[in-house]
């Protein structure tokens, strides 16, 4: 995004960049954009808008439904499992709640596993993937959606008592900390054989397969939620892609055809067989459907993704995130959550602290665009 910015103030920026989702408000806001579904209109070009997962494209479009940047490289969380350490502890089915995944890391440890849950503080998975799911907001206005003058509030919702159950967790050996900083990450332990359970991004699905390389059986399931919950739809992550202004008529013309070439199933199912991203419009996943791409290894399981993302119709708390300088939140979270980890505070008092940073931040980024609506 910084990167972005300083080419953009030299005048030396591309046609097309690739931003991750966190950076979505802050380029919204900037105005420096060619809403892609302006431009393909421009050059008469017709793109089926309505044919993209409305759990995606909601995140990349205004209030009004106008996308303005292309749906690419798309993700969301699953859970990802070894199959004969849970039949070995007893477990025959995948749990759907946090009681039952409880019940299940549990049962790992008794039956001798050491490592039953590889555990890395995330909180595009930790806060807002399990926001999603629960229907409960992470920020005031609707996720930012209504309005500049949001505030966090994550502190005081269900977001509170998972975060104590993750740390009691942790305290009770129920869970390991694998980060790359430690030496092996959640995704790697997992795939080694070492630990039974990680959450992560459908994106790393293709690697999981490749470093496991069929040493043993896994397979992926939704994220849990906690019961009681009416279970909604998770949304994406990963990036899309922002045509900037200022370029010429020819290469917007380029920028129209490229973005118009991405957008075909033959594009969508070379981009799904080489990665572990998902196809982002409907026609795109039922072409692999029918070709039965899911059916087997290594692409048997992906389709869960689209599962998760499509549970539910989105709603006002699950159709994304809309709030400015939104990496900086992201590392305020980090930050403090791994001090409750550690026992530097409890996770009450590092929610708060992650909150009333972050909403200094956000209060600062609404003075910054004062007088101005979100689009």
Known sequence: MQNTIAAFRAKQHPTIVQAYDAGTADL?????????SKMMADFNIEIDWANYF????NYYSSSKGELFSMPFNSSTPMMYFNVADLKEAGIDTPPATWEAFETAIKALKAAGQDCAYAYS???WIDLEQ???AHGIPIASNNNGYDGLDSE???NTTLHVKHMENIKRWYDENLL?????QGGLNSRDSFAKGECSFYLGSIAGHATVGKLVDGAFDWDVAMIPVYEGTERKNTVVGGASLWVLSGKSDDEYRGAAEYLKFLATPESEEYWSTNTGYIPVTKTGFDALMAK???DNAPYKGREIAL???TYTEPGPLTRGIRLGCFIQARSEWSNEVQAALQGNKTMQEALDTAVARSNDVLNKFARTYRGKQLP
């Open 28 to 36: 919204m806001m900037s105005g420096e954009f060619y809403a892609v």
């Open 54 to 57: 409305p759990g995606i494209s």
């Open 121 to 123: 503080p995330e909180p």
């Open 130 to 132: 399990f926001s999603m």
């Open 152 to 154: 966090y509030l994550y």
């Open 176 to 180: 390991e900390i694998r980060t790359t």
């Open 292 to 294: 039965g791409f899911y």
């Open 307 to 309: 599962k998760s993302l």
